[in-house]
């Protein structure tokens, strides 16, 4: 059984930094793809950083430049480096693995709920100002 969980949310002041991570269980890193997501209040899940065999990376523009996503194979880690946090980053933050098979970097779609199998239950940020 397959179990992502994620950690590392917590409340932190506007310019402050996280590192999210999401540990996997029963499940082992390959060469796929694994992303994040978040969700406000009131709003739709929204990806905002994948990773696509372990090395290529997307963003999503309004985290692009202050978000790195990475991953540890040998530790079975995802995780999201959050630098210069703002109010609007407040949301659950959740991680999202394995593509359907077949995936290429060409029709890989990194930001699409649809394209992930498995899901952590998410991790809290809030950003105050």
């Known amino acids: 059984q397959v179990q992502l969980v994620e950690s590392g949310g917590d409340s932190v002041q506007t310019g402050g930094f996280l590192r999210l991570h999401c540990v996997a269980s029963?499940?082992?890193?390959?060469?796929?793809?694994m992303s994040w997501f978040r969700q406000a209040p009131g709003k739709e899940r929204e990806g905002i950083a994948a990773?696509?065999?372990?090395?290529?990376?997307s963003y999503a523009d309004s985290v692009k430049g202050r978000f790195a996503i990475s991953q540890d194979s040998a530790k079975n880690t995802l995780y999201l480096q959050m630098n210069n946090l703002k109010p609007e980053d407040t949301a659950i933050y959740y991680c999202?693995?394995?593509?359907?098979?077949?995936?290429?970097?060409?029709?890989?779609?990194?930001?699409?709920?649809?394209?992930?199998?498995?899901w952590g239950h998410g991790t809290q940020v809030t950003v105050s100002s």
């Open positions: 990773i696509w065999r372990g090395s290529t990376a």
């Open positions: 999202a693995a394995e593509c359907p098979p077949g995936r290429t970097w060409v029709t890989f779609r990194p930001f699409t709920t649809e394209e992930y199998k498995y």
């Open positions: 029963g499940y082992l890193f390959r060469d796929n793809c």
